[in-house]
């Protein structure tokens, strides 16, 4: 039986920032269907900085809970700072994950990154 933290349950019950950005600057992908899920995260960027971040994700309420929490820490931040958010950030925030769940965090940080390496190029 897995056991989450309240913070996971709040994200999961309450997923913050759930959704697309129809003009995104940049959208990131990680996952794998038949491995257990996919994050794709849109971003909306302007003078450098995350003006909004939005999710979409299919998986499990881990995979939601990393999801909701990587909106939120990286809204606002710059496109260094955002980078610089990690899977064991993104654990560490939620008040850690399951071991059977910590790929979920990687996933996460994956799409992020994805999606400011999608922003550089255009």
Known sequence: MTIYSEKIMEHIGNPQNAGEIEDANGVGI?????QGGIITIYLSVKNGR???VKFK???CGAAIAVSS???VMAKG???KEAMAI???LVADELGGLPQEKMHCSGLGA???HRAIEDYKKS
């Open 30 to 34: 990680a996952g794998d269907p038949f």
């Open 57 to 59: 994700t299919f998986g």
């Open 69 to 71: 929490v990587i909106s």
């Open 77 to 79: 931040k710059t496109i």
């Open 86 to 88: 990690t899977s064991n």
């Open 110 to 112: 994956d799409a992020l």
């Open 50 to 52: 995350l003006k909004d």
